[in-house]
């Protein structure tokens, strides 16, 4: 089966710019997640979707961050404006089930730097 | 702030040679997940525990889960060099009906031939 698809796979941008990534799950998952990594740490969890509905945003900034899921299947993250310490790879996971007893499939993550 | 807590850091090891990682927690958890990263690249689900579990196999991985000690490990046995990478533990919890994944820092481990 396909894969997580992300896009782009890197981008540059310049403090206070905007930026979106792309995120398409595994094609049936209902779950979609948004996470952060920062170098040389774990990932953090900033939204979570079940089909196009958030039912987790505890973590994401509303001041800068937005997600959306239209249609239960794609989804975006939006940064703006963007600061110098969301640089960070942006990973995009997909479940099966709500429960994630599968495990979570990842996409190979879009890399930001903003300088 | 993040739920597990993987020790050692980093880990270096010859090919041939066992590596032992081990995550501790400190809430009630659904499940224990043990991803690995590849540098610049995903994570990959290795395997799943849940919290019913004591012990788990995949071909040449084993991993414990002790729920009284809120602790778990991960065993890779006959290690070889492609299993260089960065290992990742992450708590499953049940909120509001949904599972929420929460990793730790993870253990770089680097394995030479």
């Known amino acids: 089966e396909a894969g997580v698809a992300q896009s782009p796979r890197y981008k540059i941008i310049e403090k206070r710019q905007s930026v979106a990534f792309w995120c398409n799950p595994i094609?049936?998952?209902?779950?979609l997640y948004w996470y952060q990594q920062i170098l040389g740490q774990g990932p953090k969890l900033l939204i979570q979707?079940?089909?196009?509905?958030?039912?987790?945003d505890s973590q994401l900034p509303k001041d800068r961050f937005s997600a959306e899921r239209l249609k239960g299947v794609d989804s975006t993250l939006k940064i703006q404006p963007a600061k110098l310490e969301d640089s960070a790879v942006y990973l995009c996971?997909?479940?099966?089930?709500?429960?994630?007893?599968?495990?979570?499939?990842f996409g190979s993550g879009t890399r930001l730097t903003v300088v | 702030s993040q739920q597990g807590e993987e020790d050692p850091q980093a880990l270096s090891i010859q090919e041939g040679e066992n590596a032992t990682m081990n995550c501790s927690y400190k809430?009630?958890?659904?499940?224990l997940q043990w991803y690995r990263q590849n540098s610049g690249r995903g994570l990959v689900h290795l395997i799943l525990?849940?919290?019913?579990?004591r012990e788990k196999h995949s071909g040449r991985l084993r991993v414990t889960l002790d729920t009284s000690k809120k602790s778990s490990s991960l065993l890779i046995t006959a290690s070889r060099a492609a299993d260089t990478a960065s290992y990742f533990c992450?708590?499953?919890?049940?909120?509001?009906?949904?599972?929420?994944?929460?990793f730790g820092a993870g253990t770089r481990l680097a394995v030479h031939p």
């Open positions: 525990i849940r919290s019913n579990e």
């Open positions: 094609s049936g998952h209902a779950t």
């Open positions: 809430t009630s958890i659904n499940n």
């Open positions: 979707f079940q089909n196009n509905g958030v039912v987790d």
């Open positions: 992450a708590t499953g919890m049940f909120s509001g009906g949904y599972n929420k994944l929460i």
């Open positions: 996971a997909s479940s099966l089930s709500r429960s994630g007893g599968s495990g979570y499939t």
